[in-house]
């Protein structure tokens, strides 16, 4: 793998490096030797003092392909890239929600995993996701991702006759389809220059904006600019820096996109038909087992291999937030193996999807449930992600051969007794010979889509057209998994729709909450309702057990505290926005005493909330116009209530301050001082 010959750096750095706006995008770059005496060493890293000395480490060991895994390459430079995954110790802690809020959230939903839970009716508690959100916000990324170029060179000069090293891209951002591209440019060029390659680098990384989750981006690099499109905010951990004012209300709506170059998940760019093109019978059953979250194994024959199939199992699942522990390439020295290594017969195993190159995890970890083998060990490990999309329509080619390789030839005799020894040998049977296969015991609700597999081509001709022909694929089949996870989502919509105010209704009272979940009722109206037109013609009759398990498994509650949330701040935009718009004259007349005073309770706490907002820095462009508009209709509510109501009111300092406009910094109880603008010409002595 070299570089373009076009790609060029500029000048020498002008500025100095900014840290902090590095931190955005790369927590470091690392380069790593093996050495034959003292194993994974790390010769650099940039910025210094960026990682722990255990993260190093762990770092370390999952840079390099396992020597099991790799077959003798006569070449004399051998290029791959790789990416990894890794919990951060000081918040192994911190998977979405603590133990006691997940118990705490299972019991309030009535979770089947809680059947003693004393609450009735069973539903979801809002203090718990508000908790749990703050929680999520308030602490550091709980992984970090390792982007890996790998160099081996053969040289009978040297001792093994070669050597190794690792340039390797750190960040607590999955954006894959960012770094991979990068590291096509920075890997070779370390290797020109050296060191300098990586300063140089990271300096035009420190002068990119701040990611912008959904959008597509153009990130200058030298002289050329990488253009991605990052994955949606929706996909993203809140602990990212992701905002719920980021997310779009209508994200999990039923409706698919018309531009399929915007991501609607994780690794949009992961090649569907060229990582499981041995399998695609089969990727009905594993888009079920993650979206239920179920353990799964991935063996495939290299490390690129491996992270590609991980990353393209969590792009069938878009756009539901993929909450299960996924590691792209997972190695036996990592803490984490020593904790699943010690799981005893018996023991449920946890919910993670492992891609692995080693063998020896067949017999490390034999009560996983469900393991998948992939890639060809002939293959070309060193992959490059798309970089451009082939325009949609129809592709003229030959189909017939490979429509005959998806019906007839798999369901031939010979084909038919080849699974049954495969099934009968188990994975094992992978430590003589490496095969497509997927053992698993796991019985599927949902059944293969033919009439898209029949759309699928394949060209088979030379690379360049297989590159296009895979292109075309990808899209087929991403939309049509993209179509079933939407469809699947689509009945929790009424308990996650914004409501805004009806015609004629006032808005200066609070919003009425949004429909409150309860398990057994959401099953049993999903029972009486039906799964809908789109999934009823491709699920069996058993297709209520897979919401049961849904709701049972590691995805179904951070990916609904997460849209409800987002739909609770759309209800807020929505009511305040009418409370601007709206003459609270008009609804005054007609209001009784006590809907008077609860006017006026509601629209005294939307404008605390608003100057709290402004006073923080957080306020929107019309916050100011909003203040000002709410300070006039609390002015004119309180000018209709009754006398002795209105003294008592003004009992209250900061109440009184409020409406007579007072310039003093006035203290609110559990609030900052704010600085109240004049509503009336007159001023308290």
């Known amino acids: 793998m070299s570089r373009s010959p076009s790609f060029s750096l500029k000048a020498e750095p002008n500025s100095k490096l900014d840290p902090k706006a590095l931190r955005r995008w790369v927590v470091a770059f690392c380069i790593i030797r093996f050495d034959l005496e003292q194993g994974q060493v790390i010769e650099e890293c940039y910025p210094p003092d960026s990682i722990t000395q255990d993260e190093e480490l762990e770092i370390a060991f999952s840079s390099f392909p396992d020597s099991v895994s790799q077959h003798h390459n006569r070449s004399s430079i051998h290029d791959c890239i790789f990416f990894f995954r890794l919990r951060r110790r000081e918040n192994s802690h911190l998977t979405h929600l603590s133990s006691s809020e997940i118990t705490e959230g299972e019991d309030k939903l009535g979770s089947p995993r809680s059947p003693r839970s004393p609450r009735s009716p069973r539903s979801l508690d809002d203090k718990v996701l508000r908790r749990s959100s703050s929680s999520r916000r308030s ?77 597509l981006m153009e990130l200058p690099i030298g002289n050329v600019a990488l253009k991605a499109n990052l994955p949606p905010a929706h996909s993203l951990p809140l602990e990212y820096g992701v905002f719920l004012s980021d997310e779009s209300a209508s994200s999990m709506a039923p409706i698919l996109p018309t ?93 993670m999807v492992l891609g692995v190159t080693n063998l020896f995890f067949l017999k490390a970890l034999r009560n996983i449930p469900h393991v998948v083998s992939v890639g060809s060990p002939a293959s070309n490990s060193s992959r490059v992600p798309f970089s451009t999309r082939s325009p949609a329509g129809k592709v003229s080619g030959k189909l017939e051969g490979f429509r005959q390789q998806l019906s ?21 049977c992978l430590m003589t010979e490496h095969k497509e296969a997927l053992w698993s015991t796991y019985v599927a609700t949902t059944k293969p889509d033919t009439a898209i597999l029949n759309r699928l081509i394949d060209a088979g001709m030379s690379p360049r057209v297989e590159e296009s022909m895979s292109v075309v694929n990808n899209e087929i089949l991403r939309r049509h998994f993209l179509e079933l996870t939407t469809n699947f989502l689509a009945p929790f919509g009424p308990y996650l729709r914004a409501t805004t105010p009806s015609e004629g209704t006032s808005p200066f009272v609070d919003p009425p909450p949004l429909l409150s979940f309860n398990t057994e009722e959401f099953i049993a109206n999903l029972s009486a309702r039906g799964p809908g037109k789109f999934l009823s013609k491709r699920m069996k009759a058993n297709w209520l057990d897979l919401y049961r398990r849904f709701l049972k498994g590691q995805n179904f509650m951070p990916w609904f505290q997460r849209r409800r949330a987002v739909a609770e701040q759309e209800q807020h935009r929505l009511w305040r926005q009418a409370r601007i718009k709206t003459d609270i004259q008009q609804f005054i007349p007609n209001m009784s005493e006590l809907e008077i005073v609860d006017s006026f309770n509601s629209i005294e706490k939307h404008l605390l909330g608003e100057i709290q907002l402004q006073q923080s820095g957080r306020g929107t462009a019309d916050s100011a116009a909003a203040c000002q508009k709410l300070k006039g209709d609390l002015q004119a509510v309180f000018n209709v209530l009754p006398k002795d109501m209105q003294q008592l009111l003004l009992f209250n300092p900061q109440r009184a301050a409020l409406l007579q406009g007072s310039l003093e910094l006035t203290k609110l109880p559990g609030r900052p001082s704010i600085q109240l603008g004049v509503i009336s010409t007159s001023s308290p002595r």
């Open 139 to 215: 602490n550091p990324p709980g992984y970090l991702y390792g982007f890996v170029f790998n160099r081996q060179r053969q040289d009978e000069r040297l001792k093994r006759g070669g050597e190794q090293k690792s340039v390797v891209i750190l960040s607590y951002c999955p954006y894959s389809c960012v770094f991979r591209r990068l590291l096509q440019i920075l890997g070779p060029l370390y290797f020109d220059i050296g060191k300098a390659a990586v300063e140089h680098i990271a300096h035009y990384i420190s002068m990119w904006p701040a990611p912008m989750p959904g959008k």
């Open 259 to 351: 531009n399929q170059s915007v991501p609607q998940g994780l690794f949009h760019d992961a090649d569907i038909f060229g990582t499981f093109r041995g399998l695609l019978l089969q990727l009905w059953v594993l888009w079920e087992l993650l979206i239920i979250g179920e353990p799964i194994l991935i063996i495939a024959p290299t490390p690129p291999q491996c992270c590609e199939a991980v990353a393209t199992l969590v792009s069938l699942v878009a756009p539901l937030l993929c909450s299960v522990d996924f590691r792209p390439y997972f190695t036996i020295h990592g803490p984490d193996f020593a904790r699943l290594n010690s799981l005893t017969e018996g023991e449920p195993f946890p919910p």
């Open 408 to 428: 007839l030839k798999n369901f031939s005799p010979s084909n038919l007794l080849n699974a049954v020894k495969l099934r009968r040998d188990g994975p094992l």
